[in-house]
């Protein structure tokens, strides 16, 4: 009984290139354009805390996006602030997938018995808060300094993640959960089953593989959510503190020199935050459509 | 029915009482506390201790959280630590204001995401077709707080005295002005919103307009404006009512962001600025208002689900659907 090679998959879920539409192609450029700004910008801009001895100059052939209050270069600060919005938004949706993929596979297996109960009640009490109002009020307890969490410090930036992530888990983990259900169901699940596969190599092997495009392809729209929610956070003044940039506390310093004419420190880290969140929306509904194409077939 | 909805309230009380001990262990596990936003600088041991004993927090932990739920029962929600006032109070003066600029843009926005969304299905893959679905996506990406943003430069900087693009008016005081005053954050918070319904509605018509019993009400000769009338918006209705109250999910945050930026007195505004002056008890008692209203929320739009559906009705009475 060494025989545990599994028959031919039904559905081959293989990444290829499949013929995208032109909303498609839109969100493919709109985000390799926030991706360069995030990889590379912070490269080619040099230090964001240098004062360039100009208060609020307008964007020009100097600064491209102009300067703020404090004199900094603002084309440096929104490049920073886009790789740590994008790093947070990628930590948060991880570490997420990280908690609630093995809960909905486990969810899913045991679909109707009270292992799924357990779970689901569990993710449903996390449902019932509004994400951002949780972690506005953990954050607004703990203080927007480290926390303490038994040996481990957690800086402001840490408990951002953390927070995104937990609000996260239900929706990962209910996607994780229907694919598995309908999963089980197929013939080589039961193969296995009577070959004498153990359970954990069941689900944690062949089920897993087969239920995680359509979960990642949730997960790529979620980073789009979490780069938003990340900015809304640090727009308060309750997320990413400064001196460290990140898009929303870049937008929360520029309101009060808004009406002062600064538009473009307003602006323009917005425009960045839409073209990402546009980006990570238009390219994961492709993603989706050639899921399901790829599905149908 | 009534078995579902006792059920179903059962659960609200339940986590909502989750929520409030979560709430309570919280407060007194965080480092400072009331107690230091109280007493400021370097306070002498007798001063922490006289307003230690104010505020109970000498007596044994369950003798405090037993009080804390007793208070919370009665509505007595404490003193607002930097004014002074009873927060039952600060929220009867918050609250009206939140509400009235979360209905206002939630009327506003599902009567233009219904609209849009139902002529997008009508007139699949015409111009006004690719209008909707291109406006959709970029609207449903803004950052409700940007734009509202976006919206005070405009407003405030270069189009002045047209619209008020700060602070806010009672309505009691000047009817009119409050209205004004209502329309640059109702549109800022719900765009969003009112995009995501008029994708949803327009997919869902067009997946019934697909369906046999579709093909065969056309085939026995019912009239077009009939079959859209009683047919296909009847039943893509249903997926859309889901959305139209996933967005007073949406509504509670997007008060806060949009009521920052306007300069609002509601709701939103004063958890922010709560918690960036301690004033716990305040804080506390906006978050579980703002709790409580989205759960309450949530309950009503499954209920409003199992009144639109016929099929989950049946399933209900029969005792199929779990």
């Known amino acids: ?297 | 029915m009534l078995r579902y909805v006792g059920r179903r309230v059962a659960g609200l009380a339940l986590v909502l009482l989750i929520v409030l001990t979560l709430v309570f262990f919280m407060l007194r596990a965080a480092p400072g506390g009331a107690v230091d936003a109280y007493l400021g600088m370097n306070p002498t041991p007798e001063k922490r201790a006289e307003v230690e004993h104010r505020f109970g927090l000498d007596q044994p932990l369950w003798v405090q959280y037993a009080k804390f739920l007793g208070n919370l029962a009665s509505g007595d929600l404490g003193n607002s630590l930097f004014s002074d006032r009873p927060v039952s109070a600060i929220i009867g003066e918050r609250l009206p204001v939140t509400l009235e600029l979360s209905l206002a843009a939630f009327l506003f926005w599902v009567a233009v995401g219904l609209v849009a969304g139902a002529l997008a299905a009508r007139r699949r893959d015409s111009f006004v077709d690719g209008c909707v679905r291109v406006i959709s996506v970029v609207a449903l990406s803004i950052p409700s707080f940007w734009l509202a943003l976006v919206l005070v430069v405009v407003f405030g900087l270069y189009i002045k005295g047209v619209l008020p693009s700060s602070g806010w008016t009672p309505f009691t005081q000047n009817p009119w002005d409050n209205l004004r005053g209502v329309v640059l954050p109702a549109f800022a918070l719900g765009l969003g919103s009112g995009a995501i319904i008029a994708r949803t509605l327009r997919a869902s018509m067009i997946e019934t307009a697909q369906t046999d019993y579709v093909s065969f009400a056309r085939a026995m000769g019912m009239s077009e404006r009939r079959l859209l009338r009683q047919i296909t918006l009847r039943n893509a209705i249903i997926p859309t009512a889901t959305v139209i109250g996933l967005m007073l999910g949406v509504f509670v945050s997007g008060t806060v962001l949009v009521e920052n930026v306007f300069n609002i007195p509601g709701i939103g505004q004063t958890i922010v600025g709560s918690f960036r002056q301690h004033d716990y008890p305040l804080a506390i008692a906006c978050t579980l208002i703002t709790a409580s209203v989205f759960l309450v929320a949530n309950l009503a739009v499954d209920l409003l689900y199992f009144v639109l559906n016929p099929r989950i009705r049946a399933g209900f009475l029969n005792g199929t659907a779990r």
């Open chain 1, 1 to 297: 009984m060494v025989m545990t090679r599994v028959p031919p998959r039904s559905p081959a879920v293989r990444p290829r290139l499949p013929r995208l539409s032109a909303l498609t192609w839109t969100g493919v450029v709109l985000l390799l354009l926030f991706l360069v700004l995030a990889v590379i910008g912070p490269m080619v801009a040099g230090d964001s805390t240098v004062r360039t001895g100009e208060t609020l100059a307008a964007p020009g052939t100097a600064y491209l996006f102009g300067t703020d209050h404090l004199q900094r270069d603002l084309f440096a600060r929104t490049a920073e602030g886009a790789r740590v919005s994008l790093l947070v938004a990628v930590a948060g949706v991880g570490f997420g997938l990280v908690v609630a993929v093995p809960a909905g596979l486990v969810a899913g297996y045991f679909g109707g018995r009270w292992p799924d109960d357990v779970i689901m009640r569990v993710l449903e009490a996390l449902q019932a808060l509004p994400l951002f109002v949780f972690a506005l009020f953990v954050i607004g307890v703990t203080g927007t300094g480290d926390s303490e969490l038994g040996p481990l410090t957690l800086t402001s930036t840490a408990k951002v993640v953390l927070l995104l992530g937990v609000g996260f888990i239900p929706y990962f983990a209910r996607v994780t959960r229907s694919a598995t259900l309908v999963e089980v169901q197929e013939d080589y699940v039961d193969a296995l089953r009577v070959l004498g596969v153990p359970r954990w190599r069941v689900i944690g092997g062949e089920i897993l593989v087969n239920v995680l495009p359509p979960v990642l392809v949730q997960a790529f729209l979620w980073i789009g959510v979490a780069v938003f929610a990340e900015s809304a956070l640090s727009f308060l003044g309750l997320g990413i503190q400064p001196p460290q940039p990140s898009l929303g506390n870049i937008l929360g310093d520029a309101t009060g020199y808004m009406l002062l004419g600064a538009w473009w420190y307003s602006i323009i880290p917005g425009l960045v935050i839409l073209v990402a969140t546009i980006g990570f929306n238009l390219v994961g509904d492709g993603l989706g459509d050639a899921l399901d194409a790829d599905g149908r077939r």
